[in-house]
């Protein structure tokens, strides 16, 4: 249903555009007036009312879909947080940070350990 809403929406939002980019602005008027042609597809002003007429029709239609997309998003069931998606549990420590040994520190640490040191280059 949304997708359907979505798609009238784009249509006539594009349609709009193009009858207005379609329509005279009103000084258009004014050269016809000194001996310039006018468009007489619709009639003398019938172009005119016809474009606004549709014009009306499709901002209504924009509106509408505008409005109905709006209340269906609104519907929806989904969290409207981020925070509301975080689960309550607090958070357990992972236990403690290993202490990074010093220069010195390192000989001792691998000396006692029960790993093997690694083999050292033969010296010829």
């Known amino acids: 249903m949304a997708s359907v809403l979505i798609v009238i929406h784009v249509?006539?939002?594009?349609a709009i555009i193009a009858l207005v980019l379609m329509q005279q602005g009103k000084g258009a008027d004014m050269g016809a007036a000194?001996?310039?042609?006018?468009?007489?597809?619709f009639g003398a002003r019938?172009?005119?009312?016809?474009?606004?007429?549709i014009t009306g029709l499709l901002a209504t239609v924009f509106f509408v879909t505008s409005l109905t997309?709006?209340?269906?998003?609104g519907q929806s069931t989904q969290p409207q947080?981020?925070?509301?998606?975080?689960?309550?549990?607090p958070v357990q420590p992972q236990g403690e940070v290993?202490?990074?040994?010093?220069?010195?520190e390192a000989e001792q640490a691998t000396q006692q350990s029960d790993?093997?040191?690694?083999p050292q280059p033969a010296s010829e």
């Open 98 to 104: 290993p202490q990074v040994p010093v220069k010195g």
């Open 115 to 118: 790993v093997p040191a690694p």
């Open 69 to 73: 997309l709006a209340y269906l998003h």
């Open 34 to 41: 000194f001996g310039g042609g006018s468009q007489t597809l």
């Open 11 to 14: 249509l006539t939002a594009v």
């Open 81 to 89: 947080s981020v925070t509301d998606q975080v689960s309550e549990q």
């Open 46 to 53: 019938g172009s005119a009312n016809f474009l606004s007429r």
